[in-house]
């Protein structure tokens, strides 16, 4: 069945011809938020999660619960101000609302 799963491990989007997109929340490397000028009847908001291992997962606005907007502004350094943006915009575009810092190189030797 069509639709999207989001809880404590991973958000998983399975698509009407049962293709399925997942990340794990562990993974998640960067999150962007698309906007497209196909309103007002359709969907005009998506949330791109994208993670280690190059999968990603496409979540309609309509689908983000409030559970699943807090979980991404806890992220550290997470630009919620591109989210509103994002709200705002009635063209197509595309925003980056986080992405995981790099280890500094130190760290990257162990």
């Known amino acids: ?3 999207v799963e989001i809880n404590d491990m991973f958000v ?3 698509l009407d011809n049962g293709r399925i997109e997942e990340v794990m929340w562990h ?3 960067e999150v962007r938020v698309i906007t497209t000028a196909d309103g007002p009847f359709a969907e005009t908001m998506f949330f791109v999660l994208i993670g280690t291992k190059g999968n990603g997962c496409v979540v309609p606005h309509s689908a983000a619960d409030p559970a699943f ?3 991404l502004r806890s992220l550290p350094g ?3 101000q591109s989210v509103n ?3 705002r915009s009635a063209m197509d575009r595309q925003f980056s609302a986080w992405r995981r810092k790099k280890a500094p190189m130190a760290d990257q030797a162990r």
């Open 85 to 87: 943006q994002a709200i």
């Open 27 to 29: 993974d998640l490397c």
């Open 78 to 80: 997470f630009d919620n």
């Open 1 to 3: 069945m069509a639709g």
């Open 12 to 14: 998983r989007r399975t």
């Open 69 to 71: 907007l807090v979980r």
